[in-house]
């Protein structure tokens, strides 16, 4: 029973390159969420999916980013243009159901941007 | 601002002793608060989780105590090993799971 699957583990970007960040859910799970965490800092909301939809996307930067859930295969955060800020470490998180309190958290994608 | 945060950043313990990790709160609508641990270079992991309807809840070693009147959540950790040794972040839930996350303590623990 493999648990939230994040890849790859660790990416490396140059300025002005895309990034892109996969997360598979839990089986079972339809809703994902996507949290970035900056050194010595607590994890930040970013988005929130169901299949195919976004549920909520308030933790978003309104630039560069985006995300999708397809109905099939695994969940994306696109970055665009990368830049230093954004290095980061990304994990993903799942849930069987809306409202579900506790999330399932991935290893985490640490992005690193040159 | 976050509405969950933490009033140490680090807490040394020596192994063996009881560890005792805090947490306070603003949104006094929150009805629902995680704690999590996170070893380096991995996800959160879950280890106990708490309702605004109780007041304690125990685990194996571990013991989540809330109280609504001063919005503060503590961890305690018995008999603490080297293996305890991480982050401990305490998550908020609002509606719609979306979790606020403290800024973390990290714990060590002298053998």
């Known amino acids: 029973n493999a648990g939230v699957m994040q890849n790859p583990r660790h990416l490396v970007r140059r300025r002005g390159q895309e990034a892109r960040l996969r997360c598979s859910p839990m089986?079972?799970?339809?809703?994902v969420y996507w949290y970035r965490q900056l050194p010595e800092e607590g994890l930040k909301f970013m988005v929130y999916?169901?299949?195919?939809?976004?549920?909520?996307e308030s933790g978003m930067p309104k630039e560069r980013f985006s995300a999708e859930f397809p109905k099939e295969g695994p969940s994306i955060l696109r970055i665009q243009q990368v830049v230093r800020g954004d290095s980061a470490a990304y994990f993903c998180?799942?849930?069987?159901?809306?409202?579900?309190?506790?999330?399932?958290f991935g290893s985490g994608t640490q992005l690193s941007v040159l | 601002g976050e509405s969950v945060g933490l009033h140490l950043p680090t807490l040394s313990v020596q192994e063996g002793d009881n560890s005792i990790i805090n947490c306070a709160y603003s949104?006094?609508?929150?009805?629902?608060f995680i704690w999590y641990k996170q070893e380096s270079g991995k996800g959160p992991q879950f280890i106990i989780d708490?309702?605004?309807?109780?007041d304690k809840r125990q685990g194996q070693r571990v013991t989540v105590l809330l109280n609504k009147t001063v919005k503060h959540l503590s961890l305690q950790i018995a008999a603490t090993q080297p293996g305890d040794s991480a982050v401990y972040f305490c998550?908020?839930?609002?509606?719609?799971?979306?979790?606020?996350f403290g800024q973390g303590t990290e714990l060590s623990v002298k053998p």
């Open positions: 089986k079972g799970h339809s809703h």
């Open positions: 999916l169901q299949k195919e939809n976004i549920i909520d």
């Open positions: 708490i309702r605004s309807n109780m």
């Open positions: 998180a799942s849930s069987p159901r809306s409202h579900f309190e506790k999330l399932f």
């Open positions: 998550a908020e839930n609002t509606q719609g799971g979306k979790l606020i």
């Open positions: 949104n006094s609508a929150s009805d629902y």
